[in-house]
């Protein structure tokens, strides 16, 4: 189920919870509703609210560290594409293969995450041409030091490629068992229930009641697409990598 229509269905759960508080307090004999019962449900409440405000926090937490994780790759790989482009370049003559087989590899890379959902038969075609890199790169026979030197640097900096590259076929996001977010929206509900069961009963509660459920679901949908980065609404941006594909062919 997409981002949209989870945090959609926390807002009716959440929502519907408070208008059922409200119209329960109406049928309730006073006693129920009194300043004795107030604090105990309070109390009991405070409890469920501190646990969900807990795991709203670290599930927060989650989301954005894969999120980064994946920002930092993407931006790991163009800049190390750029590298290693200038330190083919600095070597010479012998080098012009592999550094359109480089431009070929950072423009289909481009085109891989510019497409949700990349298949497991794409990420074996580009490990494929990343390890065709390597070869040829292994391949060269540097006569001087300074050639020496310049090839172990083209193979540190390919290396540092392949491990951001690794990064972006691991962190796809963070997966949330269903059962789990289904009892966080079981104690989002329940919380709202006591609001409305001792709130007043006029318009104004019942905007603030709306609004609140609103900002919360909007926290779960933020969760879900944060954890998400390589589809929905949110994605990681890729344009540190088009524009290192951009200045590999420039310099080609």
Not at 211 to 227: D, N, Q, R, T
Request: net charge neutral; aromatic share 6%; hydrophobic share 55%.
């Amino acid at each position: 189920m997409s981002a949209i229509w989870i945090s959609l269905a926390s807002f009716l759960a959440i929502f519907c919870s408070a208008l059922a508080g409200v119209a329960v307090a109406q049928r309730l004999p006073q006693p129920h509703l009194s300043s004795e019962t107030r604090t105990a449900v309070s109390v009991s409440m405070a409890v469920v609210g501190t646990m969900a405000a807990l795991v709203l926090s670290l599930m927060i937490t989650s989301a954005s560290n894969s999120f980064k994780v994946r920002s930092d790759a993407i931006d790991s790989l163009a800049i190390n594409i750029v590298k290693l482009d200038r330190a083919l370049l600095r070597y010479g003559t012998g080098t012009g293969s592999i550094r359109s087989a480089l431009k070929a590899y950072a423009d289909a890379k481009v085109a891989e995450l510019s497409i949700p959902g990349r298949s497991a038969h794409d990420d074996i075609e580009m490990l494929r041409e990343l390890e065709g890199i390597e070869d040829q790169i292994s391949s060269i026979a540097p006569a001087t030091e300074r050639e020496r030197l310049i090839a172990s640097q083209a193979m540190s900096i390919l290396q540092a490629i392949s491990d951001a590259r690794w990064l972006l076929v691991e962190k796809t996001g963070i997966a949330i068992p269903a059962s789990f977010l289904v009892l966080l929206i079981f104690w989002l509900a329940l919380l709202f229930a006591s609001f409305g069961l001792f709130a007043p009963k006029n318009a104004t509660v019942i905007i603030v009641l709306l609004l609140c459920a609103l900002a919360i679901s909007g926290g779960v949908f933020m969760i879900l697409e944060l954890g998400s980065p390589t589809s929905g609404l949110i994605r990681v941006s890729i344009e540190p990598l088009r524009a290192a594909a951009a200045e590999v062919g420039a310099g080609h």
